[in-house]
């Protein structure tokens, strides 16, 4: 009787459904062979791991890329954080105000001096210069009281020689 009914209604047992999927496993490799499907799918994934190297060399490269780029970040974070420190400590030394004060009372000096040269060049060095050899001024800069001390030239028309040996002075600080 079980041989009369048709294999859909047959009852399966375990050993069947092993050997029905050993059929199936060795009827689609004989249509692979048939249709050439191994051929094919040897070809795709040649093409396929091929593609998958390169992407695996393109993200080992973004990879080491971006590695670069964080340490030249950290670097320059680094770098940023001690133009900071830099900027505060002259921020704490001097007053922008006081600086700006200072350059506009020096440029009068400057000019003043410029003109006298100018308006008498044969005046002696050692008449009018022992009065105005320096111009100093006390400026407190944020509670600090610091001297600031300029230079005048010696002479105001000075001979030839004493144009070599004369050279203009630069400002001094002092803290007091």
Same mark, same amino acid.
């Given at each position: 009787?079980?041989?009369?009914?048709?294999?859909?209604?047959?009852?399966?047992?375990?050993? @069947? !459904?092993? !050997?029905?999927?050993?059929?199936?496993?060795?009827?689609?490799?004989?249509?692979?062979?048939?249709?050439?499907?191994?051929?094919?799918?040897?070809? &795709?994934?040649?093409?396929?791991?091929?593609?998958?190297?390169?992407?695996?060399?393109?993200?080992? @490269?973004?990879?080491?890329?971006?590695?670069?780029?964080?340490?030249?970040?950290?670097?320059?974070?680094? %770098? &940023?954080?001690?133009? %900071?420190?830099?900027?505060?400590?002259l921020k704490d030394c001097a007053d922008t105000d006081t600086v700006v004060d200072l350059i506009q009372e020096m440029i009068p000096l400057l000019v003043r001096d410029k003109s006298l040269i100018k308006n008498n060049? +044969?005046?002696?060095?050692?008449?009018?210069?022992?009065?105005?050899?320096? &111009?100093?001024?006390i400026v407190e800069i944020n509670g600090r009281q610091v001297r600031v001390k300029r230079a005048i030239p010696?002479?105001?028309?000075? +001979?030839?020689?004493?144009? =070599?040996?004369? =050279?203009? =002075?630069? &400002?001094?600080?002092?803290?007091?």
């Amino acid at each position: 009787m079980v041989t009369d009914q048709p294999k859909a209604l047959r009852v399966k047992h375990p050993s @069947d !459904s092993t !050997s029905n999927e050993q059929e199936v496993i060795r009827y689609t490799k004989k249509l692979a062979q048939i249709f050439g499907l191994d051929e094919q799918n040897a070809e &795709v994934y040649s093409v396929l791991s091929g593609e998958n190297r390169a992407l695996k060399k393109q993200l080992e @490269d973004y990879h080491s890329q971006h590695n670069t780029l964080e340490r030249r970040v950290k670097r320059l974070e680094r %770098d &940023v954080k001690t133009l %900071d420190t830099e900027l505060e400590i002259l921020k704490d030394c001097a007053d922008t105000d006081t600086v700006v004060d200072l350059i506009q009372e020096m440029i009068p000096l400057l000019v003043r001096d410029k003109s006298l040269i100018k308006n008498n060049p +044969s005046s002696s060095s050692s008449e009018s210069s022992e009065e105005s050899d320096s &111009v100093e001024r006390i400026v407190e800069i944020n509670g600090r009281q610091v001297r600031v001390k300029r230079a005048i030239p010696h002479a105001l028309a000075p +001979s030839a020689k004493q144009r =070599r040996k004369v =050279r203009p =002075r630069k &400002v001094k600080q002092m803290v007091a």
